[in-house]
């Protein structure tokens, strides 16, 4: 396509000079010319022509040294000079292509040969300048890329930080760039003194990967601190996941629901590699195996949420990881592997140490530090309830304050309801409204947590806390757990709050009945002083939570109060 | 033997100039002028090198304007000044003067057949 360009001709020849531009004007093109080199260097900064023809023997500055000059001038951009020269001689050849000469053209001059030179070098230069168009244009797309995903980076650790990633029982690695090769990692303080932690790791890279992590853990988040069952959390999050993601993408996921004071530990994995409880006592190590479709990929109707309960004891540690740790490959294109990772935790002496040698191993085989895989330890350390305090009370943010402070409310929970509904969370947020106690808002939880589960289990569904007095009897209770309330047809759990206040003081009574037949409170209190087993724990701490604990002779009905006086 | 001009070259440079024709035979004529004296003082000096050059440039000149011979004589000046045999110089600048003289007369009849006199 030939096109007008404009053309700068140097040459101290009147007659050559004035034949030249004649012929190049001629052929379509704007031209300007010069008598010598300096002039030629002078008109080029000033004009900035797209192409020029220079003659080799010229005064004042000859074309070997303006070429150089405007060559320099030109900087990144291609300005091809074609010399106008009949040398015949290598030497002075040589001097034009060093000097920066693209072509040359011999006099006498013939118009065809000229303009097919000159259309040959544009093309050159509209090369050399797309070249450079789009050079500029993928480093800028690169900055660009690399400042969202620092933007997006900052605005997701702060939503992956509202947890509780720095505990001190919580040791992970994950690298700064975890999130783009879609690794996530969440932990947060639940009600009731327990734990959730969610390792994820999303098919694919990049920003798709990022975004999914995001409402993935904001629903984590907030659904935790406002008191959901693990159970919930898990669908909620499946079902959001599936609603936004495109087919191809998913989240494999171990869900962690630990409580460490009721001693059970519940375990959903959905596409990731085995993790493992190790114990403290005997060092016994029990897979944490996948037994579900990732998230995101089932329908809500058809996703089973189903978990996994295993007794856990303080001193067991929690292992998670992502499979690029056992995808991982060194520089001879051998996979780490299942059997290097099992190796190292047969070789462990110390648990304390575990993390630590996984991390050597991983470095030894690898000679670096690889950037693609997620580790994490939980440790069962501490004394019951001496976690951090959870971050319920931020929750909602902004909310308006209920006055006055009297009334009363009841949930009756029936059958169907107490199958599949879990009416604490909802309490929780009329819990939240009472501003004085605020502050205690995880103790009533704990303890309307406790009260609730001793209704539906003693109460409705009358099963014996005494068989869960070792491991096998723990799952087999949880099983009997799930089948009579499968089964169940009648019954009911209703829970009274009434808010009563005077000036500064006042109290909240909740009053927990259900259906059942009524227990001997006094005498379970006894025995639970000096039971042993798993889980025994109840009765007890609801009296030393709580400011007022009583009841009705028959048992079934329990009442307890916390009291409020001034400046709360 | 090249002949003192070649016409297809004026066609052509007619063709290209148009109307601008004369004036480029004049400037041409003008300009040979000084590239004979440049010439003629790179001989005297016995300096080779500039000898050279200028027999080149006017060579160049000369193909352009299809002065064929003028162009052929240049050439071989161009030639000796680089085996520096300068002592072939003086009779070929003899023969170069005279060969510009026929030049210069069909030149200005060609100039004249187009515009008259400048």
């Known amino acids: 396509m030939p096109r007008r360009l404009s053309i700068l001709i140097a040459e101290d020849g009147a007659a050559d000079r004035m034949l030249l531009a004649a012929i190049v004007r001629r052929q379509g093109h704007h031209v300007v010319t010069a008598a010598n080199g300096a002039e030629a ?84 230069r509209r090369l050399q300048a797309t070249v450079l168009e789009q050079r500029d244009l993928i480093g800028r797309r690169n900055q660009q890329l690399l ?48 734990m959730f932690v969610l390792l994820g790791d999303f098919t694919g890279h990049g920003l798709p990967a990022a975004i999914g992590a995001m409402p993935l853990a904001e629903t984590f988040y907030g659904m935790t601190a406002k008191g959901y069952s693990s159970n919930q959390i898990l669908r909620d999050i499946n079902a959001k996941l599936k609603l936004i993601l495109p087919v191809e993408m998913f989240c494999c996921a171990t869900f962690l629901d630990i409580n460490l004071e009721q001693g059970i530990l519940r375990v959903w994995n959905g596409g990731l590699p085995d993790g493992y409880l190790i114990k403290a006592v005997d060092g016994a190590r029990l897979p944490l195996r996948s037994r579900h479709l990732p998230l995101g990929v089932r329908e809500a109707t058809s996703f089973d949420d189903t978990f996994e309960t295993l007794p856990l004891a303080p001193g067991d540690r929690l292992l998670l990881l992502s499979d690029g740790l056992l995808e991982s490959c060194n520089a001879d294109d051998q996979l780490f592997g299942e059997q290097r990772l099992l190796a190292v935790l047969e070789s462990n002496s110390d648990p304390a140490t575990l993390f630590d040698d996984i991390q050597e191993a991983l470095h030894d085989f690898h000679g670096q530090i690889l950037d693609d895989l997620s580790l994490v330890e939980v440790s069962m350390i501490g004394e019951p309830g001496a976690v951090a305090p959870h971050p319920l009370h931020v929750y909602p943010l902004g909310s308006r304050e209920l006055r006055p402070r009297d009334w009363s409310t009841c949930f009756e929970l029936r059958p169907g309801s107490l199958r599949s509904a879990d009416p604490l969370p909802m309490a929780m947020q009329l819990l939240l409204q009472i501003s004085p106690l605020r502050y205690r808002v995880g103790t009533i939880f704990t303890v309307l947590t406790e009260l609730y589960a001793n209704a539906v289990e003693h109460g409705v569904l009358l099963l014996d806390s005494s068989i869960k007095s070792d491991a096998e009897g723990f799952a087999s209770y949880y099983r009997e757990r799930q089948r009579r309330l499968d089964a169940l047809d009648e019954g009911f759990v209703s829970i009274e709050f009434t808010v009563r206040s005077e000036g500064a003081k006042g109290y909240l009574r909740i009053a927990v009945r259900d259906s059942g037949p009524g227990f001997d409170v006094q005498r379970a209190l006894n025995q639970q002083y000096c039971s042993e087993y798993l889980g025994g724990r109840g009765l007890r701490m609801i009296r030393q939570l709580s400011e007022r604990f009583y009841w009705q002779p028959d048992g079934k009905v329990l009442n307890v109060e916390f009291h409020w006086s001034g400046h709360a | 033997m090249a002949e003192h001009l070649d016409t297809s070259v004026l066609v052509t440079l007619q063709e290209v100039m148009e ?100």
């Not at chain 1, 919580?170 to 999130?179: D, E, G, N, T, V």
């Not at chain 2, 030149?107 to 187009?114: G, I, T, V």
Request: net charge negative.
């Open chain 1, 147 to 194: 400042d969202e995903q620092r933007a997006a980076k900052a605005i997701f650790d702060k939503v992956a930080h509202a947890g509780c990633l720095n505990a001190p029982n919580i040791r992970y690695r994950q690298s700064p760039r975890a999130l783009f090769n879609g690794d996530l990692l969440l932990a947060a303080q639940a009600p009731a003194g327990r």
């Open chain 2, 19 to 118: 109307a601008e024709y004369p004036v480029l035979l004049d400037t041409f004529l003008v300009d040979s002028e000084e590239r004979l004296r440049l010439l003629q003082a790179a001989c005297r000096s016995g300096e080779a090198e500039s000898l050279r050059q200028a027999a080149h440039s006017f060579k160049g000149s000369c193909s352009n304007m299809g002065a064929a011979l003028l162009a052929e004589l240049c050439r071989e000046m161009e030639e000796s000044a680089r085996r520096d045999q300068l002592d072939e110089a003086p009779a070929l600048i003899e023969r170069i003067e005279r060969e510009f003289a026929i030049v210069r007369i069909l030149y200005r009849a060609e100039r004249q057949r187009w515009g008259g006199p400048g």
């Open chain 1, 41 to 124: 260097v002078e008109l080029f900064e000033r004009e900035r022509p797209q192409l020029v023809l220079m003659d080799a023997l010229m005064p004042v500055m000859d074309g070997f040294e303006a070429a150089q000059q405007i060559k320099q001038l030109a900087g990144n951009e291609l300005v091809p000079i074609i010399f106008l020269t009949s040398l015949t001689e290598n030497e002075a050849l040589v001097r034009c292509l060093e000097a920066g000469g693209d072509d040359f053209i011999a006099k006498p001059y013939n118009p065809i040969i000229l303009e097919a030179k000159i259309q040959a070098m544009h093309r050159l």
